[in-house]
């Protein structure tokens, strides 16, 4: 299988209020894709600054991480679908290599895996939440992953087809769930985790990372296809 030419991936940024990190991960895309940047209500201005930097800007007034990140893909029409946060805590360059995963074949959905530059970068509560998420991941799917980042790239056809539902904070988390009955290969790859831009809307605080644990957790409740209960196989 041949990598796909640089028209054919479209990276889908939700965003919220992320004016002064724009500049920065827009001019990191890779040459020839299309950045879709979701303004999910922001007041900031980030929607004129994007739209100037030459992104797709698709608006999703209602709010939720999930709202936009699936705003985002249905307005994607290139054969890779990537995410990204736009917070200039991600490089949106280092997606080039999960793509070529996805592009060769060796996989069906790649994830970034967090690594932080620095301490402080990733607070003690959030990388908590997370590691007790991929637990349970592992419990209801038997994936074996470190992390549930925001990072990622699949064909856009199959992700459509998953038929997501989620438009909360538990939607990155019901992908992978729902990747995983479907029997993807699901991989993942080191990428370097930097210091935000602003505060963080979701994980920023101890009462934000457990109001995403509870929607990821209502992800997780939910049975494989063909089962009566959650967690059978």
Not at 35 to 47: C, F, K, L, T
Not at 70 to 93: K, N
Not at 169 to 178: C, I, T
């Amino acid at each position: 299988m041949t990598e796909p030419s640089p028209a054919s991936v479209d990276v889908v940024l939700p965003c919220l209020d992320e004016a002064t990190a724009l500049p920065w991960v827009l001019a990191r895309i890779p040459a020839g894709w299309r950045a879709i940047v979701v303004d999910n209500g922001s007041s900031d201005g980030s929607a004129g600054i994007a739209g100037a930097r030459g992104a797709t800007v698709v608006s999703e007034p209602r709010r939720g991480f999930g709202a936009a990140c699936h705003a985002g893909l249905e307005a994607a029409t290139a054969d890779i679908v990537c995410f990204c946060d736009c917070d200039g805590s991600l490089d949106p360059g280092l997606l080039a290599a999960l793509v070529r995963e996805v592009a060769q074949g060796r996989a069906d959905l790649m994830l970034g895996r967090r690594r932080p530059t620095r301490r402080g970068v990733w607070p003690v509560h959030a990388r908590a939440g997370n590691l007790a998420l991929s637990r349970m991941l592992h419990r209801r799917t038997g994936l074996r992953l470190l992390d549930l980042g925001p990072m990622r790239a699949a064909r856009r056809e199959a992700l459509v087809g998953l038929g997501l539902t989620d438009r909360r904070s538990g939607y990155p988390l019901e992908m992978v769930v729902r990747a995983a009955d479907a029997g993807w290969r699901v991989r993942e790859a080191d990428v370097p985790y930097l210091a935000r831009h602003g505060k963080s809307k979701v994980t920023g605080t101890w009462r934000g990372t457990w109001q995403a644990v509870r929607d990821m957790r209502s992800v997780l409740a939910v049975p494989p296809p063909g089962t009566g209960r959650a967690g059978a196989r």
